[in-house]
Every structure is written in structure tokens, then in C-alpha cells.
């Protein structure tokens, strides 16, 4: 009988917008390769989680409801062991996101964080915002409409007010970067890295890959992009995550969006063994913490 016991709590389906199976894939394949290396994984799923206490005190998960990160952070304040953190996941929330990485001069697009109420067209001129993203600041995206492209500043101002008639009142609007669209996987403290160009590929979510548009194949500094992942992973404590960069027509890159636990769809198989041994390590470390 093993002495690793792990929950495994999946993702619900609500917040693996188009990705229900790509999501359910890469977390059955993670668990598959820690049961292969000796450890005894019960799987739930995110209502399960919430609705029942369970026994294990360490927690490999996919969570995204508001209750499930509460709860992974009390069982984490009381000394379990949780992949990918409660705290992390929060930190991948707009909002949060930008304020950390920008306070930790991670390279990311010039952004303002407003009420959903504002009058921002003005600001937007004065910032020399032209095309812009607005995207939801309270919470992942669940719906395309949480991501909106806007080509100018009047049609952002409209774009914004729209936000707040449907509830949302925070919004992040982030400056619209021309280049080479990059997506990227990864787990901290593991060689595997992976990346390609999602427009090219036909890999899309909601279709927004199209703005920017077939990659030029612009030469980037792949070390450095590998670098400046690492450091997200760490400052926001996601250990398993993913997300997009920019490539500037002159080499420079910039993140912008950093997620907790990506479907990993394109290269899962490749990538699972590494999540299972970033896990093995995470429970060597937090063994001898205790």
C-alpha cells in the first residue's frame, strides 16, 4: 500500500471553456504516470471536492470555483500540500496577475486597471492606448465575451460599459501588441518546455488568435522565454502552467496571459511525466518541512 496518498480533484466544465476533453486528458494522464510511480491517487470532481471533507493532505488539482480556491487555501493554511496553490490560482486572476507581474517587472503589455463604470477613452488617448484588450479583472474567463479586442478607443469605452450591464465591475485593459503570437506550457523545475505558434497550428479558444494573425517566424531568444516563465511560475506560485507572449518585430517578447494548469493539448503525453515528477519533488520538500 502506498504511503503517498493524493486527491485529485478535476476541473469543472464551466471553466474549461471548449477544452472539457483536452482538460480531462492532461489531469488523467498526470495521474496515470504518479499511480505508475507508486502513488495512490482518488480522483474527484470539483463538486465532489466541495461538498465532502476528504482524508488526504495533498492535493494535486484543477480547481477554478471561487469555493473549491477557498477551500484549497485553508487546507494549505493548515500545512497540506497543494499543486497547483490555492493562492496561485487566485494570483492567475486578471486583476492580481497584472498588478504581480508588473510589479515584478516581468516583461507584460502596458496596462490600466479600471472600474467597469469609468469613462477611460480619454486615459486611453493619453496613454497612447490605439487597439487595446479589455478582459474581465475579477476572475478567470469563462465566456469569449470576458476577452474583447477593440480597435480604438471609443469602441474600448463601449466594449467597457458593456462589462459592467453584464456585472462584471473590474476590467483589465492591456495595450493591443503587434508581432508573433506564442503559446507556451511548462512545469517549474523541470526541462520540459513547450511552444508553437497557436494561429498557425489552428489551436484556438475563442478565435482571438486571428488578431494577430500567421506567425513571421521573427527570431526570439528561447532561453529567455523559458527565464521569464520560470520567474511568473515562481512570483505567482504556479507550478504547472501555460500561456501567450508576444514577439515584438525586433525580438522582444512580452506575456500576456500566464494560466494555472493549461489543457496542455498538444503535447501532453510529453508533458505528464514531468508534471508527476514536479509533484514527486514538491512532496519530498514538504516532507521535510513537517
Known amino acids: 500500500m502506498s504511503d503517498i496518498k493524493i486527491a485529485g480533484v478535476m476541473r469543472a466544465g464551466a471553466y474549461s471553456p471548449n477544452h472539457i ?22 480522483v474527484y470532481s470539483e463538486e465532489q471536492f466541495n461538498s465532502n471533507e476528504i482524508e488526504e493532505e ?15 487555501q485553508a487546507m494549505e493554511d493548515r500545512g497540506c500540500l497543494v499543486i ?26 502596458d496596462s490600466l486597471i479600471v472600474n467597469t463604470n469609468e469613462n477611460v477613452a480619454d486615459d486611453l488617448k493619453k496613454a497612447g492606448f490605439s487597439s487595446c484588450w479589455i478582459k474581465r479583472g475579477d476572475f478567470h474567463a469563462m465566456h469569449k465575451e470576458d476577452v474583447s479586442y477593440c480597435r480604438h478607443p471609443e469602441e474600448a469605452q463601449e466594449v467597457l460599459h458593456e462589462y ?20 507556451f506550457y511548462g512545469v517549474s523545475g523541470q526541462p520540459f518546455f513547450f511552444w508553437f505558434y497557436p494561429f498557425d497550428e489552428g489551436h484556438s479558444k475563442y478565435g482571438y488568435e486571428a488578431v494577430n494573425g500567421k506567425s513571421r517566424g521573427i527570431h526570439f531568444d528561447l532561453d529567455y522565454l523559458k527565464e521569464i516563465c520560470q520567474q511568473a511560475s515562481d512570483i505567482l506560485d504556479v507550478k504547472i502552467y501555460g500561456g501567450d507572449c508576444i514577439v515584438d518585430p525586433d525580438g522582444t517578447m512580452r506575456i500576456i496571459d500566464f494560466n494555472d494548469w493549461p489543457s ?12 508527476a515528477k514536479c509533484v514527486l519533488s514538491a512532496i519530498k520538500e514538504w516532507r521535510k518541512r513537517k
Open 264 to 275: 496542455f493539448a498538444p503535447c501532453r503525453t510529453e508533458a505528464a511525466p514531468y508534471i
Open 164 to 183: 459592467f450591464y453584464r456585472g462584471i465591475k473590474r476590467a483589465v485593459i492591456n495595450r493591443h501588441l503587434v508581432g508573433d503570437l506564442i503559446k
Open 58 to 72: 495533498i492535493v494535486l488539482n484543477m480547481c477554478r470555483e471561487q469555493a473549491s480556491i477557498a477551500k484549497l
Open 84 to 109: 497547483n496553490s490555492g493562492f496561485g490560482i487566485e494570483n492567475c486572476t486578471r486583476e492580481r496577475m497584472t498588478r504581480i507581474l508588473l510589479g515584478n517587472k516581468i516583461p507584460y503589455p
Open 21 to 42: 476533453g483536452n482538460d480531462a486528458a492532461i489531469f488523467n494522464a498526470a495521474v496515470e504516470q504518479l499511480r505508475k510511480r507508486g502513488c495512490e491517487v482518488r
